[in-house]
């Protein structure tokens, strides 16, 4: 029997796959044909991030009813969000490299 817990942990990381895998294809839909410059894309997509963090932490503030737990700490999120960033641009995956190679010719 698998513990409780390495079940749920399962269940986040094909989540956060999930998700992962539906804002690149969003990403790169987005880009195509747009002759948009590199930074300027990769910065309207941080923006965004930071834009859904905003909406999912009001969700989460005072008055708010979700009974998940999790309550916003803007300094401390940030610090996270930023590690998970760097994480992802110095440790490229395998999977991210292929796509990079699809993408080479754009
Ligand atoms: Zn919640």
Known sequence: MIPESQS?????TR???AIEQALARAFWQALDGQGLPVMAALE????TVG?????????????TTCACGWVPDPDGDLIVLEAHL?????????????????????
């Open 8 to 12: 749920c942990r399962r269940d986040e």
């Open 15 to 17: 989540g956060q796959a």
């Open 44 to 47: 309207a997509a941080s923006r």
């Open 51 to 63: 834009a859904l963090y905003g909406q999912i932490a009001a969700a989460h503030g005072a008055g």
């Open 86 to 106: 760097a994480a992802a641009i110095l440790q490229p995956r395998a999977r991210d490299l292929a796509r990079m190679e699809a993408a080479g010719s754009a």
